[in-house]
């Protein structure tokens, strides 16, 4: 009997104790993290300058209002912008409040209501958030739905030329849509979509919530398709775990984000700001990155490897550490074979198989998760034979 509304499928295990890309069970079962709180806990569980931070403001402060200056907040905004295209930050406590801050933001700079979002994509669950979301079974029940959005196939030029007008203030992407399946963005989608935006004056949110702070081996996912984003929208990794939220905005918006347009009682409390500034003072080097890069390749290298003579295999795609094995079968139950041999992964859309580990896992971890995988998927696939 559990007092919790039901709005999770849980799984039968129950995490006590989490150190890199280790999870702890209470029977003390170790599992392989390639889930990381759903790409939230970039730095792996218990990063000990993350624990430190936290550790250290919270005998100083926990919360003061926004009324009041927050040294952390200059800091931490400072440091996105530095590594973004943007100029202003504004904080709040998750994704889908960022892209619900995106959205007001986007209506009152232009004037214009329409938004056109993608197919497949996740924006968060929020009325706003949950409209820009391009998914029915998101949308089921929660109706009417806040008007204006068109939806379009992502990598799909004509649709979205079809779709964009005069009256659209924003396109709302993401440059690797995580929850519908790791599916990238094209390098001509990109340019088409700059292109766009440029010839009908609407905005350009692109929302990293999954892809941003160092996941795909740079600060942001839209640096490698060399698109310069309006707004951006953070939040999973930018904490490690602490809940923290962020939309980084360029300066010709400023204006629209006026004293008392919006705002957030706990958005940017010092102690998220603590855990905030020790994640990206760490994840936004150089050397930091070019990790991330590497891994992320060799882990690609070693999965197409492994998997390629299984028939029920389609392809590895994505970048950096947020990979996908799409499968010509439902990815669910690839998906408890490898829970059952100690390693955690997800599902994006109903066939594949989600990869985020830790951006600090080790080469050996990921071999050892490459070789479980292809076990799990190994057990599939024969089942999968012996039913044809
Ligand atoms: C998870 C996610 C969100 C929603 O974030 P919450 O913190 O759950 O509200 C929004 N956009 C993308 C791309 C996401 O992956």
Redesign the pocket.
């Given at each position: 009997m559990s007092a919790l509304f039901p709005t999770y499928a849980r799984w039968d295990v129950t995490a006590v104790k989490g150190e890199g890309a280790t999870l702890t069970d209470k029977d003390g079962k170790q599992y392989l993290d390639f889930i990381a709180g759903?790409?939230v806990c970039n730095l792996g569980h218990c990063h000990p300058k993350v624990n430190a931070a936290l550790e250290k403001q919270l005998h100083s402060l926990w919360h003061v209002s926004n009324l009041f200056q927050i040294e952390g907040q200059e800091r931490v905004a400072q440091l996105l912008v530095d590594h973004s295209v943007g100029d202003y930050v504004f904080f709040c406590n998750?994704?889908?409040?960022a892209?619900e801050a995106a959205i007001k933001l986007a209506r009152k700079a232009t004037g214009k209501h329409h938004i056109v979002s993608m197919k497949q994509s996740?924006?968060?669950?929020t009325l706003g958030?949950m409209a820009a979301t391009g998914q029915e079974k998101i949308h089921a029940g929660f109706g009417p739905l806040l008007t204006e959005f068109t939806y379009v196939t992502l990598n799909d030029e004509k649709e979205l030329a079809g779709a964009v007008t005069a009256d659209t203030a924003a396109i709302i992407v993401?440059v690797i849509q995580?929850?519908g399946g790791v599916l990238p963005m094209s390098k001509e989608y990109a340019k088409k979509l700059s292109q766009i935006c440029e010839q009908y004056q609407c905005l350009l949110i692109v929302?990293e919530?999954?892809t941003g702070i160092g996941r795909t081996g740079t600060a942001f996912a839209y640096e490698q398709l060399e698109l310069s984003p309006d707004i951006i929208?953070v939040?999973?990794g930018l904490g490690n775990g602490f809940p923290v939220?962020a939309l980084i905005g360029k300066k010709e918006l400023k204006e629209a984000f006026s004293p008392g347009s919006h705002g957030s009682t706990f958005g940017g409390n010092p102690l998220a700001m603590a855990a905030a500034e020790a994640v990206v003072t760490e994840v936004f080097t150089p050397e930091f990155l070019a990790d991330v890069q590497q891994k992320g390749d060799y882990f690609k290298q070693r999965l197409e490897q492994a998997l390629a003579s299984f028939s029920i295999v389609k392809e590895v795609r994505g970048n950096g550490l947020i990979l996908g094995v799409a499968c010509h079968v439902e990815a669910a139950p690839i998906i408890t074979e490898c829970r059952e041999r100690g390693l955690l992964v997800l599902p994006a859309g109903p066939n594949v198989v989600r990869l985020l580990p830790p951006l600090i896992v080790s080469n050996e971890e990921l071999n050892r998760a490459t070789g479980i995988l292809a076990e799990a998927i190994a057990a599939v696939n024969e089942k999968e034979q012996l039913s044809i």
């Amino acid at each position: 009997m559990s007092a919790l509304f039901p709005t999770y499928a849980r799984w039968d295990v129950t995490a006590v104790k989490g150190e890199g890309a280790t999870l702890t069970d209470k029977d003390g079962k170790q599992y392989l993290d390639f889930i990381a709180g759903i790409a939230v806990c970039n730095l792996g569980h218990c990063h000990p300058k993350v624990n430190a931070a936290l550790e250290k403001q919270l005998h100083s402060l926990w919360h003061v209002s926004n009324l009041f200056q927050i040294e952390g907040q200059e800091r931490v905004a400072q440091l996105l912008v530095d590594h973004s295209v943007g100029d202003y930050v504004f904080f709040c406590n998750s994704g889908a409040e960022a892209n619900e801050a995106a959205i007001k933001l986007a209506r009152k700079a232009t004037g214009k209501h329409h938004i056109v979002s993608m197919k497949q994509s996740f924006h968060g669950r929020t009325l706003g958030s949950m409209a820009a979301t391009g998914q029915e079974k998101i949308h089921a029940g929660f109706g009417p739905l806040l008007t204006e959005f068109t939806y379009v196939t992502l990598n799909d030029e004509k649709e979205l030329a079809g779709a964009v007008t005069a009256d659209t203030a924003a396109i709302i992407v993401e440059v690797i849509q995580g929850e519908g399946g790791v599916l990238p963005m094209s390098k001509e989608y990109a340019k088409k979509l700059s292109q766009i935006c440029e010839q009908y004056q609407c905005l350009l949110i692109v929302d990293e919530v999954q892809t941003g702070i160092g996941r795909t081996g740079t600060a942001f996912a839209y640096e490698q398709l060399e698109l310069s984003p309006d707004i951006i929208t953070v939040a999973k990794g930018l904490g490690n775990g602490f809940p923290v939220g962020a939309l980084i905005g360029k300066k010709e918006l400023k204006e629209a984000f006026s004293p008392g347009s919006h705002g957030s009682t706990f958005g940017g409390n010092p102690l998220a700001m603590a855990a905030a500034e020790a994640v990206v003072t760490e994840v936004f080097t150089p050397e930091f990155l070019a990790d991330v890069q590497q891994k992320g390749d060799y882990f690609k290298q070693r999965l197409e490897q492994a998997l390629a003579s299984f028939s029920i295999v389609k392809e590895v795609r994505g970048n950096g550490l947020i990979l996908g094995v799409a499968c010509h079968v439902e990815a669910a139950p690839i998906i408890t074979e490898c829970r059952e041999r100690g390693l955690l992964v997800l599902p994006a859309g109903p066939n594949v198989v989600r990869l985020l580990p830790p951006l600090i896992v080790s080469n050996e971890e990921l071999n050892r998760a490459t070789g479980i995988l292809a076990e799990a998927i190994a057990a599939v696939n024969e089942k999968e034979q012996l039913s044809i």
